[in-house]
């Protein structure tokens, strides 16, 4: 597999590690479910990157199954922390949404789901450090416009539709600041609760 998926680090890195390209994520270390899950969005459109939608296309499940646990299995290093390019009033917002939420607005807290160290959970959780915050934002802006969806009910499609621009530049900003935690593997299986039904990753 390791050499099947050379074609994947052209864009991902090697091991899945990422890359200096702000707009693909690292794979590496993610739960084996949520890789699959992603794979399976852009063989069937509910993920729309053409690309990726190009190479999917044929691919057969079991054969996206293996490619999902190859990168899980991968841990290379987190990339080192860049200067944060946004004010501490920023910062100070995104952390107040990533580890409170705003009840308020109905936004429960990133940590909620992603794990009080935002490493994810076993199946389909994925960890939200080692991505940059251009990315971070694509994606929550993907799922907010529709553009990125899963499996009903699409709890990020939900939470996001109530972040507005200033939010989502905040938690990306203040996501990509923190630095590596001891352990960055997710957290096993019904280590917590979900706040809510979630179609990748039901409780």
Known sequence: MEARVQACTICHGDEGKGT????FPRLAGKPAGYLYNQLLAFRTG?????????LLE????????????????????????????????????????????????????????????????EPAIPGLLGLRPA?????????RYGTRTAKAPDCMQVV?????????????AWLSSLP???NASPASKGT??????CG???N
């Open 58 to 121: 044929f691919l057969p499940e079991p054969y996206l199954k293996a490619m999902a646990e190859y990168f899980a299995e991968q841990h290379p290093p987190l990339p080192a922390i860049a200067p944060p390019e946004v004010s501490q009033e920023v910062l100070a917002h995104g952390q107040g949404l990533v580890t409170h939420g705003d009840a308020a607005r109905s936004i429960p807290a990133c940590a909620s789901c992603h794990g009080a160290s935002l490493t994810g959970m």
């Open 46 to 54: 509910r993920r729309h990157y053409p690309p990726m939608n190009y």
């Open 160 to 172: 996001a539709g109530h972040l507005t621009e200033d939010d989502v530049k905040a938690v990306a």
């Open 20 to 23: 200096n390209d702000v707009y």
């Open 135 to 143: 990315y971070v934002s694509a994606q929550l802006g993907a799922w």
């Open 192 to 197: 917590y609760t979900l706040p809510f039904d």
């Open 180 to 182: 590596a935690p001891a």
């Open 200 to 202: 990748s990753q039901p």
